[in-house]
């Protein structure tokens, strides 16, 4: 049988070894396992922005691909481990709303999780070498889900995840910053419900609003436009440069969206 892919999303950094643990975790279990680096730059602790990053690698790994993430600020405590399948993609991760995008977005029918036991002698700081990964590993190996744990409750999902609004207006917030200084917002394409955008505003210093485009080119310069970005979530971005400088919303910030009748 091929083995799975493994693919990390955590806030870990690079300058420490904690990341290089979970590969060497992994290997443990099996020496011929695809260990991914993924994304270990997730801002310490910020779930939201992990889970964006969840969702984002997911869409990328193949059917069957292991995504384990541990940003775990819970750590060591009553917190549940998980292991989840949703959709047709596989993830190990802390019960603490890191799978919200991932598991809603997934039919019902697709997902079950189950409740990692945590091994005597396993770190109270570092579940993600202890606990995580070789459950990941066994899971990328073909050991199926419900030998990992005990069949669990749906997962905790984050309210923040999620945009709320009524009628023409939604209001999200900015969950991630990219690197090209693109302002990633809580509001997904599902959410639109086949309407168009027509605006986007955010509260600054001056009052400040984007005009909808379609790709980055056609932003105009020394403007701002709200497009849907790769993952399916509407951003704030510049035109050959960050957002934010030219006013756009900061990290956290709520953006509202207006919307009207036809096509996104």
Request: with cysteine; net charge negative.
């Amino acid at each position: 049988m091929a083995l799975a892919p493994i693919a990390f999303v955590t806030d870990y950094g690079v300058s420490d070894t904690y990341a290089a643990a979970l590969h060497a975790a992994v290997w443990r279990v099996d020496p011929s396992l695809a260990a991914l680096v993924g994304m270990h730059a997730v801002p310490p602790g910020d779930v939201l922005a992990g889970a964006y990053h969840v969702k984002a690698m997911a869409l990328a790994m193949p059917p069957g691909g292991v995504v384990c993430a541990v940003v775990d600020p819970g750590v060591g405590t009553a917190r549940r481990a998980l292991a989840a399948v949703a959709g047709d993609r596989f993830f190990v991760l802390p019960d603490n709303g890191l799978i919200s995008y991932a598991w809603e977005e997934s039919p019902p029918a697709s997902r079950e999780c189950v409740a990692l036991p945590v091994p005597d002698g396993a770190s109270a700081t570092f579940h993600g070498r202890d606990v995580f990964a070789p459950a990941a590993a066994r899971l990328a190996t073909g050991t199926p889900l419900g030998e990992l744990g005990i069949g669990s409750a749906e997962p905790r999902l984050l309210d923040t995840a999620f945009a709320h609004g009524a009628s023409q207006v939604l209001t999200g917030v900015v969950c991630v910053v990219d690197h090209f200084g693109n302002a990633v917002t809580t509001i997904r394409d599902r959410d639109l419900g086949g309407r168009r955008v027509v605006a986007a505003e955010w509260d600054g210093d001056t009052p400040c609003s984007a005009t909808p485009v379609r790709t980055y080119a056609g932003i105009r310069e020394g403007g701002l436009g709200v497009l849907l970005g790769s993952a399916g979530h509407l951003e704030v971005a510049a035109r050959g440069g960050r957002a934010e400088a030219l006013g756009g919303p900061a990290l956290g910030a709520a953006v509202r969206v207006h919307l009207g009748e036809g096509a996104a």
